[in-house]
Structure formats: structure tokens, C-alpha cells
């Protein structure tokens, strides 16, 4: 069972930049898919970005392309997420998530089997 941990969320000012953390339990953590998904006020749980396990591709929302970044340390168990030139329509519950081993990165969430508990952010304007 991998545990994923979140943090790195808080309040921030349109226009402004977060990094967000993920870090996991579980040592073949580089055999894992690894993406991020949000959660707005009343709303499902969204795509955000997807990096692969074996030659870190990567996807984004067409929402989030060019602001944000994912990335991910194999050594530390850790992925990241960049959150650039911030909006307040960005303004969510984070969750990291992660496939089953050696699986391709997608954008449906019933394609992750793991989940962190979500962090929040929040971006004021």
C-alpha cells in the first residue's frame, strides 16, 4: 500500500507562485505514475498534470499549460508540482495520485489507485 503525503498549499495572491509536495512511502516509487488532480468548491475532481515513471513524459490540462510544472525526485520519493502566474479559478483541493507500477500516465482519475489526502489552495485576487 502506498501513502502519499501532500503539502506545500496555502494563500497566495493572483499572479503569484506555490510549489506543492508529494512525497510517498513506498521505495518503488519510480516505478509509479504519478499525477495531480483538484478539487474546487462544489465542483469534481479535475486532471491537472500526469508525469510517467520510466522517461518522465509528461501532460497537462489545457487549463494549467504553461503555468504549471511537474516534476518528480525519484531519490526523495517526491513529486512537485510548479504553480506559476497563479488565478483564483486555480483555487482548490490538491490531491496527488499514483497508478500501479509500471502503468502509462492518463488523465482519468479511475486510473489511480493511490491517493493523498489534498492540500489547500487557496488564491485571493
Not at 487549463?63 to 504553480?83: C, E, H
Amino acid at each position: 500500500q502506498v501513502q502519499l503525503v501532500e503539502s506545500g498549499g496555502g494563500l497566495v495572491q493572483a499572479g503569484g507562485s506555490l510549489r506543492l509536495s508529494c512525497a510517498a512511502s513506498e521505495h518503488t516509487f519510480s516505478t509509479y505514475p504519478m499525477a495531480w488532480f483538484r478539487q474546487a468548491p462544489g465542483k469534481g475532481r479535475n486532471f491537472v498534470a500526469a508525469i510517467n515513471w520510466s522517461d518522465g513524459r509528461t501532460t497537462y490540462a489545457d487549463s494549467v499549460k504553461g503555468r504549471f510544472t511537474i516534476s518528480r525526485d525519484n531519490a526523495k520519493n517526491t513529486v512537485y508540482l510548479q504553480m506559476n502566474s497563479l488565478k483564483p479559478e486555480d483555487t482548490a483541493v490538491y490531491y496527488c495520485a499514483a497508478r500501479l507500477s509500471y502503468y502509462a500516465i492518463t488523465q482519468q482519475e479511475n486510473d489511480y489507485v493511490y491517493w493523498g489526502q489534498g492540500t489547500q489552495v487557496t488564491v485571493s485576487s
